[in-house]
């Protein structure tokens, strides 16, 4: 299974962009993140997996990209713009990762609560990614 090379490929895309990034159990989040801006990656679920020597393995990816709190209002907004953007953004990197098949569904919801301590402003996105490799 590509478990790992699909963390590394976000972790590369998340770091290029100048976040922090983490992972791990959506439990220790907030214990884990200590310094803004950064990236929690969910532990990737296997949907699907097919093929035999042609392996293609289906993930449900979770990211919550974070940053230091905005309170209300315009700016708050306009942070959030700035989050989805970055979204946007890893969400293409990892096309162009090579064990990377195919990337589908984007979707990208402010959070509506801090996750963390530090009360930064969050969004999460959630998308598809499919690994195409030979065993």
Same mark, same amino acid.
């Given at each position: ?5 699909? &963390? ?8 290029? $962009? =100048?976040?922090? /990034?983490?992972? =791990? ?5 907030? !214990?884990r993140?200590? !310094?803004?801006?950064?990236?929690w990656?969910?532990?990737?679920? $296997?949907?699907?997996?097919? =093929? +035999? +020597?042609e392996r +293609? #393995? ?5 990211? %919550? /990209? ?6 209300? =209002?315009?700016?708050a907004?306009?942070?959030? @713009?700035? $989050?989805?953007? #970055?979204? !946007?953004?890893?969400?293409? &990197?990892?096309?162009? %990762?090579?064990?990377? @098949?195919?990337v @589908? ?16 402003? !969050?969004?999460?996105?959630? /998308?598809?990614?499919?690994? /195409?490799?030979?065993?």
């Amino acid at each position: 299974m590509e478990r790992k090379s699909l &963390m590394e490929a976000v972790s590369g895309a998340a770091e290029r $962009l =100048g976040y922090v /990034f983490h992972t =791990g159990p959506d439990a220790l989040l907030g !214990a884990r993140v200590t !310094a803004l801006p950064a990236v929690w990656l969910s532990v990737p679920v $296997l949907k699907k997996a097919s =093929g +035999r +020597r042609e392996r +293609r #393995d289906t993930y449900a990816v979770r990211v %919550c /990209f974070m940053t230091t709190g905005v309170s209300g =209002g315009d700016a708050a907004e306009q942070v959030r @713009r700035v $989050l989805e953007a #970055d979204a !946007a953004a890893l969400y293409g &990197m990892l096309r162009e %990762c090579g064990r990377v @098949r195919t990337v @589908r569904g984007l979707k990208v919801t402010p959070a509506e609560k801090p996750l963390t301590p530090l009360g930064e402003t !969050a969004v999460v996105a959630e /998308f598809e990614a499919e690994m /195409f490799y030979f065993d």
